[in-house]
Nanobody, 123 residues
Framework: QVQLVESGGGLVQAGGSLRLSCAAS????????VGWFRQAPGKEREFVTA???????LYRDSVKGRFTISRTYTKNTIYLQMNSLKPEDTAVYYC?????????????????WGQGTQVTVSS
């Protein structure tokens, strides 16, 4: 079992940047796909991006060119660099892990979840 802890959320003005981190404990991310999801008040949780163990990535259209997911194998950490932030990016951001290493956007198919970190973008 792996425990996930997100950090790096906060309040930023539109056009600004934030970098989120997702750290693993209990075991490594070896072989796992790790994704980021977000949930705004009153809305369903939605897929943002994911990265496979070999580095393949997947992004939702609205964040392409603005967000970048990356991983450091030595630090066992996943990063989400968010640039050119918009008010509509405001949400609680969650990282999640698929222990089978599948690269996809389906929340129910991810096995482990962090507690979330709040991102607020002011206009």
């Amino acid at each position: 079992q792996v425990q996930l802890v997100e950090s790096g959320g906060g309040l930023v003005q539109a056009g600004g940047s934030l970098r989120l981190s997702c750290a693993a404990s209990g075991r490594t991310f070896s072989g796992y796909t790790v994704g980021w999801f977000r949930q705004a008040p009153g809305k369903e949780r939605e897929f943002v991006t994911a990265i496979s163990w070999i580095g393949s990535t997947l992004y939702r259209d609205s964040v392409k060119g603005r967000f970048t997911i990356s991983r450091t194998y030595t630090k066992n950490t996943i990063y989400l660099q968010m640039n050119s932030l918009k008010p509509e990016d405001t949400a609680v951001y969650y990282c999640a892990a698929d222990r089978y290493g599948r690269l996809h956007s389906v929340p129910n198919e991810y096995d482990y979840w962090g507690q979330g970190t709040q991102v607020t973008v002011s206009s």
